[in-house]
């Protein structure tokens, strides 16, 4: 992370030719969104002087206070390498505020900051992980989306099976053009689908990582003539993708989930976080697992993390404890897919686990048998929960669930809570392939 001041701002803008400066922020449903200004706005942009219409953004202010504010975060400045040389291209993450100068309690990335606060105040830095995957579709003859690819490679399989191998590492050199540390990269199990890992971080810049990602993601595979999608369960019969949530807490420089003396090598601290978010994660699904299709990966069969247990050897509970240990030592949610707003999942997530350091919740024993291989009788000789069946489910399982709500806001909750409920309506309603498939011609 870069520490410029306004003045850092000022000269690098002149030095480096950049011509146009995006003011990005994030709305509650995790979109992107941005103002474009030129260079010669910047001391405008610089004394927080940029306004916009709130109201015209999902999920944030009524009509009758739609002003809002733009703050630059100035540490997050970078030009965009696939812009042209001449007159580039630049951004920066904003913090959303009201005309009075308090931070707009709508704002996703508030949202997580306050929770990171609460984190600080008990000695707390918390630092995450994310595992992104993606697929990279054809597009037709007029370039829009499509669900097609003539690929067939399969879990690290390499060119000239893996047909995205070429716009993936692309991506990968445009983001370490922009600062990221990229550890590895990959075709994943599906067809057309992709995994690249950059390296961890505190939670605020992992989140704005993120959402750069997914937009740094989507603008290079357009330029290889391929459609980049974070739908979570594209095509029926193959593997979802997820976004993998890697989890540490550290004090004082020194990550405390790790302790030598344990069986695990897991400290108290790691067990009660553990035990917080399996108590929590049902209130936490709507927001980890946002859309209609989110459910859909959510199924047996596909490796997906349906049952809330917890094991340090195997990949089928909903929680994993990868092997390093030390200062490597992390708690892995798997549930969260890359539909989701990143700012509200760390924040939920964060919250869930300090509810638990500070109530002391220890988890039920791991379980280290392959749920996948159990039978339903003896996953509930287990006492093995699963997560909601489908949105509306887990909005139910929010609205019961204060501390989610608490974390997010009463703004944000009922905001989001309404809306999720919308969207569930809105696909009841609908007509389906398959319900024409299996009634049209025999009913």
Not at 151 to 171: H, K, S, T, V, W
Not at 362 to 372: E, K, L, Q, S, Y
């Amino acid at each position: 992370m870069n520490n410029y001041t306004k003045e850092d701002i000022i000269r690098l803008v002149e030095e480096e030719d950049v011509e146009f400066i995006r003011l990005q922020f994030t709305d509650l449903f995790g979109n992107l969104k941005n103002i474009a200004v030129t260079a010669s706005q910047l001391d405008r942009v610089l004394n927080n002087k940029c306004m916009f219409d709130g109201s015209a953004i999902d999920g944030f202010a009524r009509i009758e206070e739609s002003d809002m504010y733009l703050y630059p975060d100035l540490s997050t400045l970078e030009i965009f390498p696939w812009r042209p040389q001449q007159g580039k291209v630049a951004r920066m993450i904003c913090d959303v505020y009201r005309p009075n100068g308090q931070p707009f309690e709508g704002d996703p990335r508030y949202v997580l900051k306050r929770a990171v606060q609460q984190a600080e105040d008990m000695g707390y830095t918390f630092e995450v992980g994310p595992e992104c995957e993606f697929f990279l579709f054809n597009t037709d003859e007029n370039t829009m989306p499509t669900t097609n690819t003539h690929e067939q490679a399969g879990y690290f399989d390499i060119g000239p099976l893996d047909f995205g191998e070429n716009a993936r590492r692309d991506i990968v050199m445009n983001l370490e053009d922009m600062g990221f540390v990229i550890e590895a990269s990959h075709h994943e199990m599906a067809p057309a689908q992709h995994e690249i890992d950059f390296k961890y971080d505190e939670a605020l810049h992992t989140a704005d990582n993120i959402m750069t990602f997914k937009m740094a993601v989507r603008t290079i595979a357009r330029r290889h003539g391929l459609h980049a999608t974070f739908m979570p369960k594209p095509k029926f019969g193959v593997n979802g993708s997820g976004m993998h949530i890697n989890m540490s807490l550290s004090k004082d420089g020194k990550n405390i989930f790790a302790d030598d003396c344990d069986p695990n090598g897991l400290s108290q601290e790691a067990y009660y976080f553990i035990g917080g978010l399996m108590r929590h994660v049902k209130g936490m699904c709507a927001i980890t697992n946002p859309l209609v299709n989110s459910y859909k990966r959510l199924v047996p069969g596909f490796e997906a993390p349906v049952y809330i247990a917890w094991s340090g050897t195997n990949r089928s509970p909903l929680i994993r404890i990868p092997a390093e240990r030390g200062e490597g030592t992390r708690i892995e949610l798997r549930c969260p897919d890359p539909s989701a707003n990143p700012y509200l999942v760390l924040a939920v997530c964060l919250a869930a686990g300090l509810d638990g350091i500070q109530k002391q919740i220890m988890p039920p024993a791991a379980v280290d048998r392959n749920i996948f291989n159990m039978t339903e009788e003896e996953i509930q000789e287990e006492g093995i929960d699963v997560l909601p069946n489908n949105l509306l489910e887990a909005v139910y399982e929010m609205e019961k669930d204060e501390l989610v709500k608490e974390v997010l806001g009463t703004h944000t909750s009922r905001r989001y809570i309404k809306a999720k409920k919308k969207e569930w309506a809105e696909y009841s309603r609908q007509v389906s392939g398959w319900e024409l498939d299996q009634y049209l011609y025999r009913i």
